[in-house]
């Protein structure tokens, strides 16, 4: 199976910092990267798929980019509401793997 | 609106059966290949199953293959989990959610709806 590995974890920031989480695969999956948000009791939202594609409503400070075994979730000016656990998925085999998962909590 | 409502949990002691379900309104569901990712308190999330819109293929995580199936009922919008010879480390809250994209053969894709999840402990 493909592994996903996600750094750092945690990561301390403050409102209006610019973010970024990277995301490992043990071997290349091209760009069949998701990501997702997660708050505490709510089920994950999807926020990028494809590597870099914004699904539609999310907002636009959000980002992503990578290919092959490295990829980033950039959060361009960070928003109390951004403050959540993010997790990484790719989708290249039938063995959907997620990362272990970033949680942003405030510095 | 898409809604994805899972039942079926509860407590159970090991080795023995639970069977889930996961309701869907709002979308073609038949159009849809769904999925069951389940959460253990406090950790990650963990993809477990996937079956394809016709049933046509069906997927399994390595810790779950052989105990675990999964089905579906296109004419009753419905998912199934029949969850067999459960352990301690299966107790986790289980979500469903549907593939972003509909009837587009058995590629995996990403998933873009999911449900609030089922909470199953396993526990003597």
């Known amino acids: 199976d493909i592994q996903m590995t996600q750094s750092p974890s945690p990561l301390s920031a403050s409102v209006g910092d610019r973010v970024t989480i990277t995301c490992r695969a043990s071997q290349s999956i091209s760009s069949w990267l998701a990501w997702y948000q997660q708050k505490p009791g709510k089920a994950p939202k999807l926020l990028i798929y494809k590597a870099s594609s914004l699904k539609s409503g999310v907002p636009s400070r959000f980002s992503g980019s990578g290919s092959g075994t490295e990829f980033t979730l950039t959060i361009s000016s960070l928003q109390p509401d951004d403050f959540a656990t993010y997790y990484c998925q790719q989708y290249s085999s039938y063995s959907r793997t997620f990362g272990q998962g970033t949680k942003v909590e405030t510095k | ?124």
């Open chain 2, 1 to 124: 609106e898409v809604q994805l409502v899972e039942s079926g949990g509860g407590l159970v002691q090991p080795g023995r059966s639970l069977r889930l379900s996961c309701a869907a309104s709002g979308f073609t569901f038949g159009d849809y290949a769904v999925h069951w990712v389940r959460q253990a308190p406090g950790k990650g999330l963990e993809w477990v199953s996937t079956i394809s819109w016709d049933s046509g293929r069906i997927d399994y995580a390595d810790s779950v293959k052989g105990r675990f199936t999964t089905s579906r009922d296109n004419a009753k919008n419905s998912l199934f989990l029949q969850m067999n010879s459960l352990r301690p480390e299966d107790s986790a809250l289980y979500f469903c959610a549907k593939d972003i994209w509909g009837y587009s053969g058995y590629d995996p894709h990403p998933f873009d709806y999911w449900g609030q999840g089922t909470l199953v402990t396993v526990s003597s």
